[in-house]
């Protein structure tokens, strides 16, 4: 794992539960205490209401793609053994929209619509990242 090349999150304060509960193979988002807003990214602040009064709460890892993109060439070299690549925007249940990479799926069989599930991948001994991937049928 030692050898990942590409770009890692900056953690901070404020998204350390998020990235302890990817570790965990848990995929946290931030809930608002005062308005009831759950949040994604991380923030230090609730969007709705500017609350510091934030917690956490645990997602199904379940969502349906509302839109995607799908990238053939043209990337820089760190990525290029990752081609095709294909970048989607998630709807979570929770009411969170997450833009994520899908995994084990054909640029074809990629849809609006289409049903996902998280998945959890180490690179650092430090960082675990969410992906998304077709839910089996």
């Avoid at 205490?33 to 645990?58: H, K, M, T, V």
Wanted: glycine share 6%; hydrophobic share 35%; aromatic share 12%.
């Amino acid at each position: 794992m030692s050898d990942y090349k590409k770009p890692l999150p900056e953690i901070q304060p404020f998204s350390q539960a998020f990235w302890d509960g990817t570790r965990e193979h848990k995929l946290l988002i931030q809930h608002c205490g005062d308005c009831g807003a759950n949040i994604f990214y991380p923030r230090r602040d609730c969007p709705e209401c500017w609350s510091q009064n934030l917690g956490w709460i645990e997602a199904g890892g379940r969502a349906v793609v509302y839109t995607y993109s799908v990238t053939y060439e043209g990337v820089e070299e760190k990525f290029a053994d990752d081609l095709p690549i294909i970048l989607a925007w998630i709807d979570l249940p929770e009411g969170i929209r997450m833009h994520t990479n899908l995994l084990e799926c054909e640029p074809e069989e990629v849809h609006i619509g289409m049903e996902v599930e998280v998945i959890y991948k180490q690179v650092t001994e430090e960082i675990t990242l969410p992906y998304f991937r077709p839910v089996a049928s």
